[in-house]
């Protein structure tokens, strides 16, 4: 039932919903497309003879300007509302890959595909998660973990899709398909994405209005949530668990490859951390409602570590799919849960802008893990160490978790909502 402004209530779907759709096909073919190039690793490492820690700088770049921007753009999303923001980030991500298509250099691959896709990407990214925390409060975890379940989708579609096109018709021609695709898909889904239930005159979950005025959504302001220990923790977490987390999403290819696997079932390999990762924003999603949604993101984190020990010893295409599919689960719950610990602990009044300062830890991991996997293995023709560190990192991020839940218990002032505890 969706609410009406009068009290009453109407048969028919909550808006809402519509906006976890459209939220979902902006992440689908943005992330989709950022995600699948670990397919067209070799290609550019080949074209422009270049060594590991150069190509994995592209996307490390892109990953560090999408996720810095999101503090910029969750500020831009609370005061003017996400559909225009939502809209550029389609424009200059369809353009960047469009240029990117073009590129005699690796220099200019820095400047159209990173930026581009990055600032892209970064426009659309906080903006759209940010509005889905307004529109739900009792299924809040299911509505974020359906929204941003098309980040895990498209990174199981795009890149065996991709690497089959790459074989078929270059990856000049991939890269044009996929922006076309970016520019229409983004900007269209971004003209159904409204700002909150308010706009329309309903309330969060389509409950029915107590009165005929709505109250003004409640939260803290960033700077509020600057001085709370609570931002501080889920900051650091975030920031060690993104040290591993892009590391297969780069290297994982090359690394299927070195041991004799097909560039095309390499990239089916790295499709898997999708499939993992929808199945885990999924279960997570509903699941962390009833149970605790502090917790699910402390086992997520957990898992990822865990997998990330196996992935040193896994040298088979089977070994390497349960791998990318287990690591794909605890990455895919935790994208799905911080934006809702974000809003249970900070309010959705500037939730965009909160979220967006959360993020801002995922680019410090973006920009050093690949890029820093890359010269580990152009200097010791392996990733162990590399991986190694990033099971160390979600350890820690686990024990940020823990002691988030003593302050829980403890009953620190200033958290909005104790679902999560």
């Known amino acids: ?60 770049l892109t990953g560090f300007i999408y996720f810095g921007l999101g503090a910029i753009s969750g500020r831009l999303a609370d005061r003017f509302g996400p559909r225009r923001l939502i809209a550029a980030g389609g424009l200059l991500l369809g353009t960047g890959l469009l240029l990117a298509a073009v590129t005699r250099s690796l ?4 400047l159209t595909y990173s930026l581009g896709v990055g600032l892209g990407i970064g426009l659309a990214y906080v903006p759209a998660v940010g509005a889905v925390q307004r529109w739900f409060i009792r299924r809040r975890g299911m509505a974020s973990g359906l929204a941003v379940t098309g980040i895990g989708l498209g990174n199981l579609a795009l890149p065996p899709a991709a690497a089959v096109l790459i074989a078929a018709v270059g990856w000049r021609w991939t890269y044009a398909l996929i922006g076309i695709a970016g520019l229409v898909i983004v900007v269209g889904a971004a003209l159904l994405v409204e700002r909150s239930p308010e706009t329309r005159g309903l309330r969060p979950d389509g409950d029915p209005q107590p009165t005929s005025s709505v109250a003004p959504a409640a939260g803290m302001s960033p700077s509020e949530a600057l001085r709370s220990s609570r931002f501080w923790l889920l900051y650091t977490a975030c920031a060690a668990t993104s040290l591993g987390l892009f590391v297969p999403f780069v290297h994982l ?11 095309v079932a390499a ?46 010893f896994a040298v088979q295409v089977w070994s390497l799919l349960l791998f990318a599919f287990l690591f794909g689960a605890g990455y895919g719950g935790f994208v799905a849960l911080i934006p809702a610990l974000a ?42 160490l590399p991986i190694l560190i990033s099971a160390l990192a ?28």
Do not use: K
């Not at 991991?365 to 890359?374: D, E, K, Y």
């Open 343 to 384: 809003a249970d602990y900070f309010g959705v009044r500037q939730a965009g802008a909160i979220i967006g300062l959360l993020y801002t830890s995922a680019s410090i991991g973006s920009l050093v893990g690949p890029t820093l996997a890359g010269v580990a293995f152009d200097v010791r023709h392996a990733y162990t």
């Open 267 to 312: 990239s089916v390999i790295l499709g898997g951390i999708g499939a993992g990762s929808a199945a885990g924003r999924l279960a997570v999603g509903g699941s962390a409602d009833r149970l605790g949604r502090r917790q699910a993101l402390a086992a997520s984190f957990a898992l990822m570590a865990l997998t990330q020990i196996w992935w040193l």
């Open 253 to 263: 290819v090359p690394y299927a490859t070195d041991h004799g696997i097909s560039n």
């Open 394 to 421: 979600n350890v820690v991020a686990v024990g940020c978790m823990l002691v988030l839940g003593r302050i829980a218990t403890r009953g620190q002032s200033g958290s909005p909502a104790s679902a999560s505890s």
């Open 1 to 60: 039932m969706a609410g009406t402004a009068g009290g009453e209530t109407r048969p028919g779907l909550f808006y809402g919903w519509v906006v976890v759709g459209a939220t979902f096909a902006v992440l689908f073919i943005s992330f989709g497309a950022a995600y699948t190039f670990g397919s067209f690793f070799s290609s550019l490492r080949d074209q422009f003879g270049a060594t590991r820690e150069e190509v994995a700088l592209v996307f490390s």
């Open 107 to 110: 220099w200019q691959v820095y």
